[in-house]
């Protein structure tokens, strides 16, 4: 059988990174993907789809370093669904992808040039938000690099992310 799951998207919010009770790492992410179609009327139809991401370990730690809200991933994992109560006692379920990868897409710094990101997911090399000393390594950026938006919603310039 066959769990498995793969999604390019932008985070709604900053990763939140908590530890459990033994300590390891895991981050919740939202993640947005969308897509549009043609109905048959001949409008265009924008659609937006959100996920909810969990990661563990060291990946977890990276995530909540590097990535923060409109940042672009690439996530492969597995679907699970979670059984909890709320504070009623109801009980409640969520599915969720549990990644196994993730992998960071968006170009460095802002969007009119400059440095592309490593990609890496384990050992990015980056410098961490909110300042580090560690640099990233230096690459020049070709024409072919910059594939231009990757959602129909960024080229109009609309910013439907609800956080």
Not at 80 to 95: A, E, I, N, V
Request: proline share 5%; charged share 30%; glycine share 10%.
């Amino acid at each position: 059988m066959l769990n498995k799951v793969m999604i390019i998207g932008r985070l709604g919010k900053d990763p939140e990174l908590r530890y459990s009770a033994t300590g390891t790492p895991m981050a919740n992410m939202n993640i947005a993907t969308d897509e549009s179609y043609t109905d048959r009327e001949g409008n265009r139809v924008d659609r937006t789809e959100w996920h909810r991401v969990v990661v563990f370990q060291r990946q977890a730690e990276n995530c909540a370093n590097y990535l923060a809200k409109g940042s672009l991933v690439y996530v492969e994992g597995s679907l699970t669904t979670r059984k909890w109560q709320d504070q009623q006692g109801q009980d409640r379920y969520t599915t969720e992808i549990k990644a196994q990868r993730v992998q960071f897409l968006d170009r460095k710094g802002s969007s009119e040039g400059g440095e592309r990101s490593y990609g890496g997911y384990e050992d990015a090399p980056q410098a961490p938000r909110g300042g580090g000393q560690q640099r990233a390594p230096q690459r020049q950026q070709s024409r072919e690099d910059d594939t231009g938006p990757i959602f129909p919603s960024e080229i109009s310039g609309m910013d439907d992310v609800p956080f």
